[in-house]
C-alpha cells in the first residue's frame, strides 16, 4: 500500500508556501543569491520579451517582486498565488500599484483567469508541484495567439553539479537530488531539465524564442565576494555569460521565453 500524501503537500502535491514566507524572504531575498536574481531579470526580461505594456497573468507569485516590476512599467497584473501568506505579504508590498489577486493555484487558473493571454508570467514555481508536465501544459492553454510565456525553472542539471561541489557524492551518483517538501525545507520537489522543457514545449506547440541561465557562477563559489566591488564584479560575470554557451546551461534556474505561434488556438 503506498503512502498517503504528506499533510504539507497539497492534494495536487504540490508544495504551497504556507509556513515559508520569512524563510524564503530571508534566505532567497534576503542575500547576494535574491540580489543577483532580480539584477539579472532586471536586464534579461527587456531583452527576453516584448514588452508594450500588454496585461500579464503573474503565476505563483510568491512576495510580488516580478508583480512589481511589471506594474512599474505600465502593465496590469494579475497576481495568482495559492499560499495565504505570500499573498497578504505581496499584497503589502505592492500596495498602490496596478495589481489583482488571486488566491488560488496555477490548476485552477482555466476557470478563474482563462485569458487568453497577452503574457504569462511563471518564475520558479513548476519545482514546487507534483506533475510539472501537466501545469507546463495548462500555462501553454492560458496563452493568446502570439503570447508569450516567461518561465523559471529550478534547474536539476545545477543542483547536481552544487552537491557534488559541496561534496555530496553519494547523493549525486544515487541521483537523489530532489527534496521532499518537508517542513521548512527549500529544496524543489520537482528540479527540472532542459530537455524536460525542450519536450513539453514541442508538446504544447510553443516555440522557444529566448534563453538564459541564472547565477550561472555564483552557487559553485568556494567564496563569495566580500565586498561591493566583488559583487559588482561578479553580476557583470553573470550577465555577460548568462546567455552565453555552454555557461546558461548551468544556471542555477533556466530562464524561458516561449511563444504560441499566431496562427495556433490554445
Ligand atoms: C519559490 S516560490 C517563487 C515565488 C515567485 N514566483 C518568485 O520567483 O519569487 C514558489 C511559489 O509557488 C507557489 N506555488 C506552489 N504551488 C503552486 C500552485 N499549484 N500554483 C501556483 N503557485 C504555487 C508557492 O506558494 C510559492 O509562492
Redesign the pocket.
Known amino acids: 500500500m503506498s503512502d498517503p500524501v504528506p499533510s504539507y503537500l497539497?492534494p495536487?502535491g504540490?508544495?504551497?508556501?504556507?509556513g515559508?514566507a520569512d524563510k524564503?524572504a530571508s534566505s532567497?531575498?534576503g542575500g547576494l543569491r535574491g540580489e543577483l536574481r532580480l539584477a539579472l531579470l532586471d536586464r534579461l526580461l527587456p531583452e527576453m520579451l516584448e514588452l508594450h505594456g500588454q496585461p500579464v497573468l503573474?503565476?505563483?507569485?510568491?512576495?510580488g517582486?516580478?508583480a512589481g516590476w511589471f506594474a512599474d512599467r505600465g502593465h496590469d497584473v494579475m497576481l495568482?498565488?495559492?499560499?495565504g501568506e505570500?499573498l497578504e505579504r505581496a499584497q503589502a508590498q505592492l500596495q498602490g500599484r496596478s495589481v489583482r489577486y488571486l488566491e488560488?493555484?496555477?490548476?485552477a487558473l482555466p476557470n478563474e483567469a482563462p485569458g487568453p493571454w497577452p503574457l504569462i508570467t511563471?518564475?520558479?514555481?513548476l519545482?514546487?508541484?507534483g506533475d510539472p508536465r501537466a501545469?507546463f501544459a495548462t500555462l501553454a492553454g492560458l496563452l493568446a495567439p502570439g503570447g508569450q510565456l516567461s518561465l523559471?525553472v529550478f534547474n536539476r542539471d545545477a543542483l547536481r553539479l552544487s552537491n557534488v561541489v559541496k561534496g555530496n557524492l553519494e547523493k549525486a551518483l544515487a541521483d537523489r537530488l530532489e527534496g521532499k517538501g518537508q517542513r521548512k525545507r527549500?529544496t524543489?520537489i520537482s528540479p527540472l531539465t532542459h530537455e524536460q522543457i525542450t519536450a513539453w514545449a514541442a508538446e504544447a506547440g510553443l516555440e522557444m524564442r529566448a534563453t538564459a541561465g541564472v547565477r550561472v557562477f555564483h552557487d559553485y563559489l568556494r567564496q563569495p565576494p566580500q565586498d561591493e566591488v566583488g559583487r559588482e564584479t561578479l553580476l557583470e560575470l553573470e550577465w555577460r555569460y548568462c546567455r552565453a554557451e555552454p555557461h546558461w546551461r548551468l544556471g542555477r534556474y533556466l530562464l524561458y521565453t516561449l511563444i504560441r505561434p499566431e496562427e495556433s488556438s490554445p
Open positions: 497539497s495536487a504540490d508544495r504551497h508556501f504556507d515559508l524564503f532567497l531575498y503573474e503565476v505563483g507569485g510568491g512576495l517582486q516580478l495568482c498565488e495559492p499560499a505570500m488560488t493555484p496555477l490548476q511563471c518564475h520558479a514555481v519545482e514546487w508541484l501545469a523559471m527549500l524543489p
